[in-house]
């Protein structure tokens, strides 16, 4: 073979290398690139929604305000979104659920769905009485006037918050859990305990079957002073409710059914409603009318010219 020819055959020899290389390298890649692009895109993917309670039970007045500070009327239907907060009017009875559970929101109640915590769905009430039932996902409940929770799975619970001074917790089926201060108890149905501050949990106790309302009057039909404490014995744990001319004061009834409860009046005539919802879910209503009257008395001095003249 000539020199010309040489040169010919191995140029042709060293193409066919390069070409090798590039299909094992460059043309490689890009099949690679090809497979990725063919995988589902992000839109054919089912996206995650959103956590979100839905409306099933409604009879009354129901308010949901959201975190702009929005109010809106609610309908059976609609959806309640993490740290929307429900408020409930007079004589108003709700219930929301989802994935198995459901809250039943009582009469002047406040709680706000704060989302999921864990494993939980989580709920904080500012005031008022829940129902909670759980078949297979957890609720959690936080309330003003603890640092305790109450979670309640496979179970049912009923909890009262009178907002300032803890949460009442009682198991209506199955263990419901109680901690607070690190300490944890078990409920078993039947059983209440409440959660104060950054206490641990008190003793748990039972709930009669029947505790009538019995409230302290005034031995007075008429009051020169327009502050009055009320105090009365109920079924153990209540949330008591007040009404009078200065707004609605609540209270919770001890372990052993005691309640006070301060009140203010106007002046004149006034109805004062008393209202129990117990752990049992029995409500009762007691009313009283008591008078107030803060003008002074007349005092009157006598006088005469007499008394003036020097002696």
């Not at 500070?69 to 993490?82: F, I, N, P």
């Amino acid at each position: 073979m000539s020199g010309r020819g040489s040169i010919i055959a191995w140029s042709l020899a060293l193409a066919a290398v390069i070409a090798g290389v590039y299909w094992l390298t460059l043309g490689r890649r890009e099949t690679d690139a090809i497979v990725i692009d063919a995988q589902p895109s992000s839109a054919t993917q089912p996206a995650s929604t959103p956590t979100a309670l839905t409306l099933t039970k409604v009879d009354g007045a129901l308010r949901v305000k959201a975190p702009a500070g929005t109010e809106r009327e609610l309908k059976v239907g609609d959806a309640v979104s993490v740290s929307d907060e429900v408020l409930s009017g007079a004589g108003t009875s709700a219930e929301l659920s989802l994935d198995g559970a459901s809250i039943a929101i009582g009469a002047e109640t406040q709680v706000q769905f704060r989302g999921e915590s864990g494993d939980a769905l989580q709920f904080f009430i500012t005031g008022g009485n829940v129902q909670a039932s759980s078949s297979g996902r957890a609720l959690e409940f936080l309330a003003a006037g603890t640092s305790g929770r109450v979670r309640v799975q496979n179970a049912a619970a009923r909890l009262l918050s009178d907002g300032s001074r803890g949460l009442v917790a009682y198991s209506e089926r199955g263990q419901v859990y109680v901690t607070n201060a690190g300490q944890t108890i078990a409920l078993d149905a039947g059983q209440a305990t409440r959660l104060i501050a950054e206490k641990a949990p008190a003793k748990s106790w039972k709930i009669p079957a029947s505790m009538l309302l019995k409230v302290s009057w005034p031995k007075e039909s008429e009051l020169a002073v327009r502050k009055l404490k009320l105090g009365g014995n109920v079924s153990p744990g209540a949330l008591v409710r007040v009404q009078s001319g200065g707004g609605t004061t609540r209270a919770l009834a001890s372990e052993h059914g005691d309640f006070v409860i301060e009140l203010r009046l106007d002046e004149g005539a006034n109805e004062v409603v008393v209202q129990s919802d117990d752990a049992r879910g029995k409500h009762e209503l007691v009313k009283h009318r008591i008078k107030v009257d803060t003008t002074p008395a007349d005092v009157g001095v006598e006088t005469s010219p007499e008394m003036w003249k020097k002696k």
